[in-house]
Structures are given as structure tokens and as C-alpha cells.
């Protein structure tokens, strides 16, 4: 296989946790042995929480050898007080990355001696909330590690020279391209504000009429609700559907809430109002939002404005599209749009979108 394959499948993974890893950009990293099999796809899924090469390290571990795996088990749960029995346990849970890095130091048993890695961004070289990964895989024998893009954040990079120092082969610019479109709403939220728009409609394109998307599409949505800086919605919208927009189904804190109206008069007695420690503007001008990160609900008006260039700067379009039908009129707008990815949660499609 070449390395574009295999770089293709770490993007693919990056791409599912979009957003969700804010404000660190979305990384995705597959580990391969000596002969080209691979071990592990794994990616960043959350700030704080262990870089994609440590995650996708410490899974290779676990293929390689269940011993390995059974005393990971047994060490994490009685040092964090939990009951993990499985690989797919572990593989949802938001592991802590310190102990993983220690783990696997101490554990590696030089398994992946010539081992490849392939990471859509350049390992780093710094010590934050979590240890350098690419001293990591200088000391656990790697043998090549495929980079995407080079970090240009001062601070972390440098990874790729550790490596070479090390005698490691490195190789850069692997779909560099299509890493720069994953890359832009890190890069965007850096220097100003990534806005985004979130669509939920029916496999006919119908967008109301109350719960569209299924629960895991919701609960995606709601992960994304707790990492953004502010949730933008129409007037419309908030008066008609009386919503909550909070981010219970995935225990997370309720975003701060714009509402875009000329008119001020709401019921207050509407859900969104009483969500403790929130923030709620009502605003007749969005162009005064300088939030880093802000994601955008709202019906057909909504879009139509966004789409005709009325309102804020809208590069993406997030869509979930259920595989149901409703009978309701569908939405009508002449929007261009280009796929950058697509998935499915469950029945659910869903897919990243920039707006033409």
C-alpha cells in the first residue's frame, strides 16, 4: 500500500472528531509494523486528553499483545477508580494522558521496533498538559513516521527534526492538501473566528417539524455544543420551537447563546432562558460576535441570509441527514456546496461542508 492510503485512512479518522477538539486542531495518526500491517487508527478526540500518536501507540500495544492490554486494565482502573473491562471501553473513554505516556514507556517491551507512523500533523516537540509525542516515538524504535503538514505554532514544533536526529526516516507533505482543509478551523480560531452552521433535515429535506436526526446525531451535536464559545439562533426559530440548547446528552457545559432579531420581545418562560451559568445576547447585528469558535442554528431564513452573504462569515456547513422521510415541505435555497467528508452515525448521515 502506499503512503497516501495510509494517510488517507488517519484523515478520515481526524475528521470524525472535528470541532470536538477545540481549541487544539483534530489530528489522526495510524500505526503500521514492519511489513505494512496495521495496528491502530486512532485520533485527538478531546483538549487535554492524549495527542493522536500516544492513543494510537498505546492501541498497537494492545493488538500486539493482551497482556499488555489486561495489565493497562488493571492499572488505569484502580489508579482512576474505575471498571473498564474491554478494548471498546477503552477506546470511548478520555483516558488520561500521562499515565497512557508512562504506561507505555514502561510497557512497549520494543514491539514496535521499525514500526511506521503516519500523522496528519507533525508530531510535537513541547511538554504541556500533555508529554512531547515525538519523543515518544523516537524511544520506542520507530523506524519511519510519514507527516502530513508541519505544526507552525513556534511552541510545538520541531517534532520532525527530533526525529531525523534520531536516525529516523521522516517523509513530509503526504495529502498535504487535503490536511490543510482539516487544519482550517484550527488555523481560522487562532488568528479570529471560525463560524460554522448546523443543519438537521429529512432524507426529503425537510428541516422542521420537531426531532429530526436520530440520538447519536444529537449527541454529537451536543458535544459540539460544549466545546463552542457561543451558539448562534435566529429569532424565529427560539420562538417557535421554544428550545432548550443545552448539552445534556453529552454531559457538557450549555453554551453561551446569541439570538438574531430585530425584536427583543421573548418569552422568557421559553427553555433556553434558565440554563444556569449561561450567557443570552439578543442581537440585530452579528457582525459585532468575536467569539474564536461559534456554530450556528437557525431555519430556512437563516441559511438563506448566510448563504446569500447578509450575515457573518460562514466557511462550513455541518448537515445531519436522517434516513427518514417527513411530510413537510422540504427546504428550497440555491446553496453550492462542497463535500469535504462524510460519515454516519448509526442510520444518520452526516457530513462537513464548505460553502461555495
Not at 65 to 71: A, M, S
Not at 292 to 312: R, S, Y
Request: hydrophobic share 40%.
Amino acid at each position: 500500500m502506499s503512503d497516501e492510503f495510509y494517510m488517507d485512512l488517519a484523515l478520515n479518522e481526524a475528521w470524525k472528531y472535528q470541532i470536538l477538539t477545540y481549541p487544539n486542531p483534530a489530528v489522526g495518526c495510524v500505526i503500521c509494523d514492519k511489513f505494512g500491517k496495521i495496528l491502530s487508527i486512532k485520533a485527538h478526540k478531546k483538549a487535554g486528553y492524549l495527542h493522536a500518536e500516544p492513543m494510537a501507540i498505546l492501541f498497537a500495544l494492545f493488538n500486539l499483545n493482551d497482556e499488555i492490554l489486561n495489565k493497562f486494565l488493571n492499572e488505569y482502573n484502580v489508579c482512576f477508580t474505575q471498571s473498564f473491562k474491554t478494548l471498546t471501553e477503552l477506546n470511548e473513554a478520555d483516558l488520561d494522558a500521562k499515565f497512557c505516556y508512562e504506561f507505555i514507556l514502561s510497557n512497549h517491551g520494543n514491539l514496535l521496533n521499525d514500526a511506521s507512523a503516519y500523522v496528519t500533523l507533525e508530531p510535537c516537540s513541547h511538554h504541556g498538559k500533555t508529554p512531547a509525542c515525538a519523543i515518544l516515538i523516537k524511544q520506542l524504535g520507530f523506524k519511519r513516521v510519514i507527516i502530513s503538514v508541519c505544526d507552525e505554532n513556534k511552541i510545538a514544533s520541531g517534532g520532525a527534526k527530533i526525529l531525523k536526529e534520531a536516525g529516523i526516516d521522516v517523509k513530509i507533505g503526504v495529502l498535504k492538501e487535503h490536511t490543510k482543509k482539516l487544519m482550517l478551523p484550527f488555523k481560522t480560531w487562532l488568528n479570529g473566528n471560525f463560524i460554522f452552521y448546523k443543519l438537521a433535515m429529512s432524507a426529503n429535506g425537510v428541516i422542521t417539524g420537531g426531532i429530526i436526526s436520530n440520538e447519536l446525531s444529537r449527541t454529537h451535536m451536543h458535544k459540539l455544543r460544549g466545546v463552542i464559545d457561543l451558539l448562534v439562533i435566529g429569532g424565529n426559530t427560539v420562538r417557535v420551537d421554544r428550545p432548550v440548547l443545552d448539552a445534556r446528552l453529552a454531559n457538557a457545559k450549555a453554551p453561551d447563546v446569541a439570538i438574531y432579531s430585530t425584536k427583543r420581545d421573548f418569552d422568557t418562560d421559553i427553555a433556553l432562558f434558565s440554563v444556569k451559568n449561561r450567557n443570552v445576547e439578543i442581537l440585530d447585528n452579528l457582525e459585532v460576535i468575536n467569539k474564536p469558535l461559534v456554530m450556528i442554528e437557525g431555519g430556512e431564513q437563516m441559511l438563506k441570509k448566510i448563504a446569500l452573504g447578509e450575515i457573518l462569515n460562514v466557511k462550513w456547513v455541518l448537515i445531519y441527514q436522517s434516513s427518514e422521510f417527513k411530510n413537510a415541505d422540504n427546504i428550497k435555497l440555491d446553496v453550492r456546496l462542497k463535500p469535504l467528508y462524510e460519515g454516519r452515525l448509526g442510520d444518520d448521515r452526516y457530513g462537513w461542508y464548505e460553502v461555495c
